[in-house]
Structure formats: C-alpha cells, structure tokens
C-alpha cells in the first residue's frame, strides 16, 4: 500500500459531506489541478470559497509533485468532481494539464492507483474495482476538458492495457 497522509478532517469546509457508503463506487476519476504550485489546502479554500462555492474540496486524493499522497476528502463523502459524482472517486495530481507529470509522481501513479482502488473495495460485495474503472477526467466527461492532459492519458491508457 502507498503510504498516505490523511488531511481530511483539517482542510476548511463550508458545509460538512453526508456519508454514503463506498459500495455506490463505480469509477475513479484523475485530474491534475491545472496549476503548478497548488496546495491541498490552497485547492480547498478556493473550492469553498467566492468563485466556486462548493461545500469541500472537491477530490478525495491530493498527489503532489513530490508524490506525497493526501487523502483530503473522506471516502464516504461525495467528491465534485465529474457528475455523477455520486458513483465516482476523485484523485488529483498538481500540476498543469499541458505539461507532464513530475517523474516522481509518474513513477508513483501505478501504486497511488492500486492504494486508491484496495480502499475503495474495502468491504464491496460488489464485483471489484480495477483499472478498467479508472479514467482521466476528459475521458469521464468528453468534450468538457482537457483535464488531465495527455501524459496521465497515455499512462492511464498504458496501465489498463499492459504490453503483453
């Protein structure tokens, strides 16, 4: 398991989430925040604040450019992120979507993944999750973004799809 700091209960929130159970997980979506000096923090006080209005941050995962991996939402809340959000679990990495990843958060993604995926599947009586349920967020919604760029497009591609 990829070690993770949890930071949820810390962040600044407008209005608590209700908790929902994790059985209701159908996909995990990745984003990149599109800004290169972007904080787990700094990302939750400008989703709860005047531009956006949002109640929490909106992503349950924060991996920053040194690959640290916060979990800055609890599991059981729901994330804003990619309607329907409801079903969906949201990872984020820092960085621009044009540009590539950091080297250290490349190499960390196949393990960030499988962490996020063994959490979500705690206790699922359902069939489990696995890669094929994890998608860039342009690929969750297309034509509305370009989010998460095309190097966490290729790599989610190239992990769902392993040379054989």
């Excluded at 995990?28 to 972007?38: P, Y």
């Excluded at 991996?63 to 990619?82: C, E, F, M, N, R």
Aim: aromatic letters at 8%.
């Amino acid at each position: 398991m990829y070690p993770i700091v949890d930071i949820a209960r810390s962040l600044p929130i407008a209005r608590p989430g209700k908790d929902f159970p994790l059985e209701r997980f159908e996909a995990l979506i990745v984003h990149k925040t599109d800004a290169d000096g972007s904080t787990a923090r700094g990302t939750a006080e400008f989703h709860i604040g005047p531009e956006r209005k949002w109640s929490h941050i909106a992503y349950h995962f924060y991996l920053d450019k040194a690959a640290v991996l916060y979990q800055t939402l609890p599991l059981s809340w729901i994330g804003i992120h990619a309607p329907p959000n409801y079903s969906r679990c949201g990872l984020v990495l820092v960085g621009k979507c044009s540009g590539p990843m950091t080297p250290t958060q490349s190499a960390a993604l196949p393990e960030v993944l499988a962490t996020i995926l063994a959490l979500m599947n705690q206790g699922r009586s359902k069939a489990p999750l696995t890669l094929a349920q994890v998608q860039g967020h342009l690929e969750a919604m297309p034509g509305h973004t370009d989010c998460p760029g095309d190097d966490v497009l290729k790599a989610l591609y190239s992990l769902r799809h392993p040379q054989t």
